[in-house]
């Protein structure tokens, strides 16, 4: 892969999440368009840089978990010294959990919480300002469907979606003056190992996957991490670059019912 002129050409990137899944495809296809990827992940990270740059693209891994500011901000420190500037942040890395208010530990909702929501204040805490200081730039943050509408004993994850989307409007309102973009993306069912984990746990992951397509109520299938990756595309770059504050849903018509 050697790209010239891509979608992202000149641009630094920060993924995190980016060792499997959205977050992976993501930070190919980001490669892919010219950008510069800091892949970030609490493991593995170094398997998504590694085939970035034997396809001729650059990036490097960091291993951080986003749940620590200590990490996070080493990782945009990090990313500023190896290329100059932080101009995309991709705030991907999330866990699932079920469970309602009463079945659900305190330890499960910190961990929820902290892993979904937590991560995303201090990515943009330590991303900010180096934005700021080079004129302004992009961050998606990873919402969901779960965000907009409840599922049954999903508390602790739909709470820690939906404070994503108001924690992006919010941060929007408060540096788009600075020229800081920040949007959210809510996927419903992706075909990635997050969603495969939790088919295995059921009595019939086919037909646990075959269910969860349907309720993609209009196209009736999962969507693809390449599809979500291509919505994170269009935020990174600056064909959007009058789109803020926003919360993007790619659901194959799962809200549309
Ligand atoms: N797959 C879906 O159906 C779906 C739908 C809507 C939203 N999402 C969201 O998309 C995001 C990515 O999901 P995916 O399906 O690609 O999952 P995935 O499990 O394939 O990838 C998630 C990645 O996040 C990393 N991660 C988890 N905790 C971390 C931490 N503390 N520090 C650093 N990295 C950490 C994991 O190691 C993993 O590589 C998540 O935020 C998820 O909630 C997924």
């Not at 420190?77 to 469970?99: I, M, N, W």
């Amino acid at each position: 892969m050697s790209v010239v002129v891509g979608r992202l050409s000149g641009k630094t990137t920060v993924i995190t999440g980016a060792a499997s899944g959205i977050g992976r495809a993501t930070a190919l296809l980001f490669a892919k368009e010219g950008a510069k990827v800091v892949a970030v992940d609490i493991a593995n990270a170094e398997l998504t840089s590694g085939e970035i740059e034997r396809s001729g693209g650059q990036s490097f891994s960091a291993r951080a978990d986003v749940t620590k500011a200590s990490e996070v901000r080493d990782v945009m420190e990090s990313a500023v010294q190896r290329y100059g500037k932080l101009d995309v942040l991709f705030c991907c890395a999330g866990r699932v959990s079920f469970g309602n208010v009463v079945d659900l530990t305190e330890e499960e909702w910190d961990s929820v919480l902290d892993t979904n929501l937590k991560s995303m204040f201090l990515c943009a805490k330590y991303a900010v300002p180096h934005m700021i200081k080079q004129g302004g730039g992009s961050i998606i943050n990873m919402s969901s469907v779960s965000g907009l509408v409840a599922g049954v004993d999903e508390a602790a994850y739909d709470a820690s979606k939906a404070g994503i989307i108001l924690l992006t409007k919010a941060t929007a309102l408060d540096f788009g003056p600075k020229g800081v973009r920040v949007n959210c993306i809510c996927p419903s069912s992706t075909d990635t190992p997050f969603l495969r984990k939790y088919a295995d746990l059921t009595p019939d992951p086919k037909k646990f996957l075959d269910e969860t397509a349907k309720m993609n109520a209009a196209l009736r299938r999962l969507i693809q991490p390449e599809e979500v990756a291509h919505l994170a595309l269009y935020l990174a770059s600056d064909e959007s670059g009058a789109v803020t504050g926003t919360a993007m849903v790619i659901d194959a018509g799962y809200t549309a019912i």
